[in-house]
């Protein structure tokens, strides 16, 4: 089993930034996919960045394209997701997630629908952005 914890949530003004954290514990792969999904109040949970911990491949939903960056410190079991730009509809749970391989649907774009193909998951972490 892998265990996941985030941190780094929070309320900001449209605009901010706000750094999440995830680190990854217990039976851990020397590489895996890790990524950030999010969630709001009825919507579905949809991914918004993940990484490829091996290769440093990252990939990004549009929505985020350009605000939002996801990066590994060198033990690779801790993932950052910098977030830009805050918009309020980027409210919402965030979750790190992970799972032994990256899907191949993500390397053909379809990070934002792949929530079911990712294994592990965190806790999650409130994000707020007000107007």
């Known amino acids: 089993q892998v265990q996941l914890v985030e941190s780094g949530g929070g309320s900001v003004q449209a605009g901010g930034s706000l750094r999440l954290s995830c680190t990854a514990s217990?039976?851990?792969?020397?590489?895996?996919?890790m990524g950030w999904f999010r969630q709001a109040p009825g919507m579905e949970r949809e991914g918004v960045a993940a990484?490829?911990?091996?290769?440093?491949?990252?990939h990004y939903a549009d929505s985020v394209k350009g605000r939002f960056t996801i990066s590994q410190v060198n033990a690779k079991t801790t993932v950052y997701l910098q977030m830009n730009s805050l918009k309020p509809e980027d409210t919402a749970k965030y979750y790190c997630?992970?799972?032994?391989?990256?899907?191949?649907?993500?390397?053909?774009?379809?990070?934002?629908?792949?929530?079911?193909?990712?294994?592990?998951w965190g806790q999650g972490t409130q994000v707020t952005v007000s107007s």
């Open positions: 990484i490829n911990t091996g290769s440093g491949s990252k």
């Open positions: 997630a992970a799972v032994r391989f990256c899907p191949i649907g993500l390397y053909a774009g379809r990070l934002s629908t792949m929530a079911a193909d990712f294994r592990y």
């Open positions: 217990g039976d851990t792969y020397s590489t895996m996919c």
